[in-house]
């Protein structure tokens, strides 16, 4: 498979995460994920954008869907991985930031947002 890329912004809204969640199960469908992986995906994925809702100064959430023969890379914008202290919901943040690692194979942060990284088992 060549690498493909899926681009998908989405207005700063809350309304719009479960369009996001439901987009990134169907590619990552597509790509054999398990069900199991597939979930992760999408928690992740919702966390990431709850986190860009509260700590991006954009209107828009800018979304990066790589496919590649052994893993789907997802990235978000505006997510930041320090929380302020002044934040009302910053443990529910850093916990969000904790469950993202704790699904995902890989992720990293960036100034534009956060990349994550789930690799696709080989089954044979």
Do not use: H, W
């Amino acid at each position: 498979m060549n690498r493909d890329r899926i681009y998908l912004q989405i207005p700063k809204k809350p309304d719009f995460i479960s369009l996001v969640r439901l987009t990134s199960s169907g590619i990552a469908y597509t790509m054999s994920l398990n069900v199991d992986d597939i979930e992760d995906i999408k928690v992740s994925i919702g966390e990431a954008c709850v986190n860009s809702l509260m700590l991006n100064n954009e209107d828009e959430i800018s979304l990066l869907f790589e496919l590649d023969d052994n893993k789907l890379s997802i990235g978000v914008s505006g997510v930041r991985e320090i929380i302020p202290e002044e934040l009302e919901e910053r443990k529910e943040r850093e916990l969000g930031l904790l469950i993202i690692k704790s699904l995902m194979d890989e992720v990293v942060f960036n100034e534009d947002g956060i990349r994550m990284i789930k690799y696709i088992e080989d089954d044979n």
